[in-house]
Structure formats: structure tokens, C-alpha cells
Nanobody
Framework: QVQLTESGGGLVQAGGSLRLSCAAS????????LGWFRQAPGKEREPIVA????????AYADSVKGRFTISRDNVKNTVYLQMNSLKPEDTAVYYC????????????????WGQGTQVTVSS
């Protein structure tokens, strides 16, 4: 089993930055693909970005491309999401997820999920 714990969320003004972390425990995720998703109130869970186990392959949603950057540290068993130029529409609960195999932007393909961290961007 893999346990994922997100942190780093909070309240930020539009144009600001936040860095989310997702720490894995229970099993090393160095061979797992990892992804970040978000869900705003009343909306479906939305894929943001995914990264391969090596970090060599990434995929970004158009809505965050150029503003968000995913990275991972397999020694620390942690994945990060650097979010810059935040907009009010980025307000959501952000979740990280892990799966064996290739990275994907499809939520049902992920095996493990964190509890989420709230990000609120004020205008």
C-alpha cells in the first residue's frame, strides 16, 4: 500500500505562488507515475499534470501549462507542484495520485490518492 499526503495549500492572492508537496509512505514510489488533480466545488475532478517515474516525461493540462511545474525527488519519495501566476479559477482541492506504469491524465487509472489540500486564490 502507498499512502500519499499533500501539503502546502493555502490562501494566496491572484498572481502569487504556492508550492505543493506530496509525500509518499508505505512503499517507495520511485517506480510509480505520479499525477496532480484538482476539484473545485460543484465541478468534476480535473487532471493537471502527470510525471513518469524517472521524471523524464511530463504532461500538462492546457489550463496550467507555462504556470505550473511538476518535479519529483525519488530519494525523498516526494512529488512537488510549483504553481506560479495563480488565478482565482485555480481555486480547488488539489490531490496527488500514484500508479504503476506510465503517467496518464485519466484519474480512474490511478491506484492511490491523497486526501487533498485546499488552494484558494483571491482576486
Amino acid at each position: 500500500q502507498v499512502q500519499l499526503t499533500e501539503s502546502g495549500g493555502g490562501l494566496v492572492q491572484a498572481g502569487g505562488s504556492l508550492r505543493l508537496s506530496c509525500a509518499a509512505s508505505g512503499r517507495t514510489v520511485s517506480s510509480y507515475a505520479l499525477g496532480w488533480f484538482r476539484q473545485a466545488p460543484g465541478k468534476e475532478r480535473e487532471p493537471i499534470v502527470a510525471i513518469s517515474w524517472s521524471g523524464g516525461t511530463t504532461a500538462y493540462a492546457d489550463s496550467v501549462k507555462g504556470r505550473f511545474t511538476i518535479s519529483r525527488d525519488n530519494v525523498k519519495n516526494t512529488v512537488y507542484l510549483q504553481m506560479n501566476s495563480l488565478k482565482p479559477e485555480d481555486t480547488a482541492v488539489y490531490y496527488c495520485a500514484a500508479r504503476g506504469g506510465k503517467p496518464t491524465m485519466t484519474a480512474p487509472n490511478y491506484d492511490y490518492w491523497g486526501q487533498g489540500t485546499q488552494v484558494t486564490v483571491s482576486s
